[in-house]
């Protein structure tokens, strides 16, 4: 993209665009007001910046003010709407940033984030009042009126201190000043991504972090999530993590007691709980959610973490943060397509044979029992109507089901990436056989990191397993939708 379109291309949100929820759209308006001011100029980047600033902050008048149909406001407004458009891109990055830095298994990507930053489609002129403090919308006319709804873009230019000798860039004060955006922090306390409770903490323990803990520890865990996390579900994961019920604490006694461990009293396990959670803050392995800022114990302020990646915003940054997202774009896309050609397939297969085309109808609601309700297959059989645990795993069979999802998601995944990789001139069209086979290695490796290893690990855990994997996730999310 060419360095100045920035000025009058916009990002905004889209729901056309299903893959990325965002498009760039050119803002005609600021267009030409750009292109009048600065088309035969050979000013740099940075003073460009500085100059659209002068006019919206009203410092200095355009070349264009002096023409009737152009008030000093409308100048004003056209300045800003040169500069909603240039900071949407790291307000955009940000997001995506954030995004990867809480990677693994939070329930939510980039595109939940946009609505609360991302909310400007360049439609409005908009400037400043007096006192700088305050949006007003222009009307038909070019008379400021008061507006309710505020653009985030704006206020990222109404924070901006362009005089001051410590001040960053404009795309970085951007970048900051959505990171710090109070409704993103609202949103990323839901999952527990900032001043953990000690429910949500528990909550969210995986088996990879709770290796540091006595057995007799795992099982109270293993029985809080069994509890707490179905009830989680039930209520679509919504809210603060409370403390867990009487009713809850009784489920989780009797599990236990099943297990060999006996706890006298409700009391005695929300207590002893209670201790498994500082273990967990004590060996701080929770330290990689830590909020978006930290204390500075010197002077009490919250501060940006010293260990988050560089705000810098190259173009090579941009494109390996561009191709990341890509990469776990396309992987969302190809998991959730071999899962729905799986599953027909599946059917197809049961429909046409002489001996199980009876069970062809009831085979994803027998997943739904697996994967929904955590029932084993020999729970399953006898209410399909099936005979045997033997006969109940040849219809569903999981583990087959998996691994052909596996194959169909890496076949489905490499032709998008071979044809990003010929685009950016990685690799000859048609590719070479050996960097073909390499890119399946490196994608089957992708793919099993990402989605297949903790869904094999899942399946292989036994009674009281955890259905909580993007796998199934996936998996749960088309049998609701179909069976």
Same mark, same amino acid.
């Given at each position: 993209m060419e360095a100045s379109s920035k000025y009058w291309k916009i990002c905004h949100i889209s729901l056309a665009s299903e893959r990325t929820r965002y498009e760039y759209r050119s803002i005609p308006l600021a267009q030409e007001f750009f292109q009048s001011q &600065?088309?035969?100029?050979?000013?740099?980047?940075?003073?460009?910046?500085?100059?659209?600033?002068?006019?919206?902050?009203? %410092?200095?008048?355009? +070349?264009? +003010?002096?023409?009737?149909?152009?008030?000093?406001?409308?100048? =004003?407004?056209?300045?800003g709407l040169c500069l909603r458009c240039s900071v949407s891109y790291p307000i955009l990055k940000a997001c995506q940033k954030i995004d990867n830095l809480y990677g693994g298994d939070k329930q939510f990507t980039y595109r939940d984030l946009l609505p609360f930053v991302l909310n400007d489609e360049g439609k409005d002129l908009i400037i400043l009042d007096s006192n700088g403090k305050t949006q007003l919308k222009l009307d038909s006319f070019g008379n400021?009126?008061?507006?309710?709804?505020?653009? &985030?873009?704006?206020?990222?230019?109404?924070?901006?201190?362009?005089?001051?000798?410590?001040? #960053?860039?404009?795309?970085?004060? !951007?970048?900051? %000043?959505?990171?710090? $955006?109070?409704?993103?922090?609202?949103?990323?306390?839901? &999952?527990?991504?900032?001043?953990?409770?000690?429910?949500?903490?528990?909550?969210? +323990? =995986?088996?990879?972090?709770?290796?540091?803990?006595?057995?007799? /520890?795992?099982?109270?865990?293993d029985a809080f999530h069994a509890v707490y996390r179905r009830d989680r579900r039930?209520? @679509?994961?919504?809210?603060?993590?409370?403390?867990?019920? !009487?009713?809850?604490?009784?489920? #989780?006694?009797? #599990?236990?007691?099943?297990?060999?461990?006996?706890?006298?009293?409700?009391?005695?396990?929300?207590?002893?709980?209670?201790?498994v959670v500082q273990q967990l803050r004590q060996h701080?392995?929770?330290?990689? =959610?830590?909020?978006?800022?930290?204390?500075? #114990?010197?002077?009490?302020?919250?501060?940006? =973490?010293?260990? *988050?990646?560089?705000?810098?915003? @190259?173009?090579? /940054?941009m494109e390996e943060q561009e191709f990341l997202e890509f990469l776990h774009q396309q992987l969302a896309i190809s998991l959730a397509h071999a899962i729905k050609q799986a599953l027909q397939t599946q059917?197809?297969? *049961?429909?046409?044979?002489?001996?199980?085309?009876?069970? !062809?109808?009831?085979?994803? $609601?027998?997943?739904?029992?697996?994967?929904?309700?955590? *029932?084993s297959l020999r729970d399953i059989g006898p209410q399909l109507g099936m005979s045997s645990w033997d006969q109940t795993r040849r219809i569903l069979n999981p583990g087959d089901l998996l691994s052909h999802v596996r194959q169909l998601t890496v076949q489905q995944l490499l032709e998008p990436i071979l044809e990003k990789a010929q685009s950016k001139g990685f690799a000859s069209m048609p590719p070479e056989p050996n960097y073909l086979r390499t890119l399946t290695a490196e994608i089957e490796a992708f793919v099993d990191a990402e989605i297949f290893e903790e869904a094999v690990s899942e399946i292989k855990a036994g009674k009281n397993r955890l259905m909580d994997s993007k796998y199934a996730d996936q998996l749960k999310h088309y049998i609701e939708q179909n069976a």
């Open positions: &600065f088309s035969n100029s050979t000013i740099a980047q940075n003073n460009i910046q500085t100059t659209l600033l002068s006019y919206f902050q009203g %410092q200095e008048q355009t +070349a264009l +003010a002096t023409s009737a149909q152009q008030t000093a406001p409308i100048c =004003r407004a056209k300045a400021p009126q008061p507006t309710t709804f505020k653009l &985030f873009t704006v206020e990222v230019l109404r924070t901006f201190k362009s005089n001051s000798a410590s001040s #960053m860039s404009l795309d970085n004060w !951007a970048f900051l %000043q959505t990171k710090q $955006s109070p409704e993103l922090k609202t949103f990323l306390s839901e &999952f527990g991504f900032q001043h953990l409770s000690d429910w949500a903490l528990l909550n969210r +323990a =995986r088996p990879n972090q709770l290796e540091q803990l006595a057995a007799h /520890d795992r099982l109270l865990v039930q209520q @679509s994961g919504i809210g603060k993590c409370l403390e867990p019920n !009487a009713a809850q604490l009784t489920e #989780m006694r009797f #599990m236990l007691e099943k297990q060999g461990l006996i706890i006298s009293t409700p009391a005695d396990l929300l207590k002893a709980l209670k201790q701080d392995i929770w330290s990689y =959610r830590t909020p978006l800022e930290v204390q500075n #114990m010197d002077t009490g302020n919250y501060e940006l =973490r010293s260990d *988050l990646p560089s705000n810098s915003c @190259s173009e090579l /940054d059917i197809t297969k *049961l429909e046409t044979s002489k001996r199980y085309a009876p069970f !062809a109808a009831c085979f994803l $609601s027998g997943l739904k029992l697996y994967y929904c309700e955590g *029932l």
